[in-house]
């Protein structure tokens, strides 16, 4: 069973930065797909960034040059390197992992593809 916890969210002013990290343990090397999604209220959960196989990530266009995903196997973390941040990035973010034969932007964002989901991390930007 894998278990993924999220930390680093927080409060910061617009065109600040902040850093999530996600813990997984029970991953298996069969578990080739990791992601970053946000949801704020009354709204559907969107992906943010994934990570693929050993090197291949995803961006939605919202944060593309703004965050960086990052994947450290050694540590079994996961982390999202968030700068410049706007108050449209306001959010819980959630860690979550799955696998999948192949990846595309369209399919390694999409929530159905991911099995684990952490307890979510919450970022708020002000302005």
């Known amino acids: 069973q894998v278990q993924l916890v999220e930390s680093g969210g927080g409060s910061v002013q617009a065109g600040g930065s902040l850093r999530l990290s996600c813990a997984a343990s029970?991953?298996?090397?069969?578990?080739?797909?990791m992601g970053w999604f946000r949801q704020v209220p009354g709204k559907e959960r969107e992906g943010v960034a994934s990570?693929?196989?050993?090197?291949?990530?995803y961006y939605a266009d919202s944060v593309k040059g703004r965050f960086t995903i990052s994947r450290d196997n050694a540590k079994n973390t996961l982390t999202l390197q968030m700068n410049n941040l706007k108050p449209e990035d306001t959010a819980m973010y959630f860690c979550?992992?799955?696998?999948?034969?192949?990846?595309?932007?369209?399919?390694?964002?999409?929530?159905?593809?991911?099995?684990?989901w952490g307890q979510g991390t919450q970022v708020t930007v002000s302005s």
């Open positions: 990570f693929y196989g050993l090197s291949t990530t």
């Open positions: 029970g991953y298996s090397a069969s578990d080739n797909l």
């Open positions: 979550a992992a799955g696998r999948s034969p192949y990846c595309s932007i369209t399919r390694c964002l999409s929530p159905p593809l991911f099995i684990y």
